[in-house]
């Protein structure tokens, strides 16, 4: 611990954050504030990569993080600093390689996943929301709000109004009564009256 403080402040660091740490886990509540407080022209200061990360997608973010801040990174182990045209290529780097542990995640699950299938143990994907539209409707039935049965459930508020809108029957609309068209009298009906109104008259 005291040759990585030596290092770091024959660097050129002027201000040291330590992060506290145990047997099982560490706290990264101190990196977190060091990205927020960071500023154009810092240069963040580590002796090795695992002093500041704990994979390489998380070193990737921290370094983008830095980077739109106008902040340089300095890895003293690795002759790294960003702020020079070959540490420049950190960020291309570190994309290349998280790109590649993702593709052998995803092989490694796809090797799983076709082993259990022929041994008879792949069950498939776990139930999705919809699986719960029973519980949903009798929960929303007893007057919980949607956000109350989302909670109670586990998934989420848009799932319910999704189940909520798939199970409701839609009201029918009352028809509406046509009037009957009454027709209008013709010119020949007009004359016919007024004819028969005149004979009646003269009679």
Known sequence: MQSQLDQVKAAGATRIIQEQSTD????????????????????????????IAHSARHLLEIVKTLDAAGAAFKVIDHGIDTSTPHGQLLPVLLSAITDFERQIIR???????????RQGRYKGRKPTAMAKAT??????????????????LGIGVASIYRILKNH????????????????????????EQLSLFSWDVKR
């Open 135 to 152: 519980e949903v409707l009798e929960l929303n039935a007893h007057g919980l709000t949607k956000q109350k049965i989302a909670d109670q």
């Open 24 to 51: 099982t886990k560490r706290d990264w509540s101190q990196l977190d504030k060091l990205l927020k407080d960071v500023r154009v022209g810092d240069t963040v200061v580590v002796t090795s990569f695992d002093q």
């Open 107 to 117: 092989q490694r699950q796809a090797e799983g996943i076709d082993m259990a299938k």
């Open 168 to 191: 409701t029957t839609p009201k029918k609309t009352r028809k509406k009564k046509l009037k009957k068209p009454v027709d209008k009298p013709t010119r020949e009906s007009v004359a």
